[in-house]
């Protein structure tokens, strides 16, 4: 799904990463050149490799390592219905980082900021430009491919 409101914002980005030959279909947030990729189908095969095992093959919960686990790991796909529409995109990231949850050493879901997340590319947002290990942002593109109304 294509977020109108960022497009003034990713027309640079898409002349910039066309100058690096580097160029996603939608117009998720992307940094400003390189080859690093951070595309929703890059984070599908990441999401694939280290999340649905927990949170099912298409995210829809449940994954087979749930069993056991004591809480369900949750489906993903309602995280922008279960939040007025709007993709929670930071939050998204901080639980996925492990940096939302720090005061909650008990969750059974991985803190993935321990582990390599991948080069730090930049986020241009408006005036804000914030690093982002690629690989954390390649998953929350993909999730946010996944979102359904
Ligand atoms: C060992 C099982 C496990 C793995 C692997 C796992 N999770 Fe989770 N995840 C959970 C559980 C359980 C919860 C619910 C409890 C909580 O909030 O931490 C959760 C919660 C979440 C939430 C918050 C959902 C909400 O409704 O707010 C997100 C987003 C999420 N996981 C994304 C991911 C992503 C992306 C990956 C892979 C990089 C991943 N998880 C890997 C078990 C797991």
Known sequence: MCNKGRNVTF???ATAALAFGAMSACDHLAPAGGSQRVDAE??????DTKCAACHGADAEGG????LGLGVVPPGLTLLSKNNDGVFPRDQVMS???GYFRKDHYNDPMPVFGEEDLGPIVRVEEGDFSTPVPADLLALANYLESVQVD
């Open 95 to 97: 639980v996925i980082d």
């Open 11 to 13: 027309r640079a980005f």
């Open 42 to 47: 890059y984070g599908k095969a990441l999401y």
């Open 63 to 66: 994954g087979p390592a749930s």
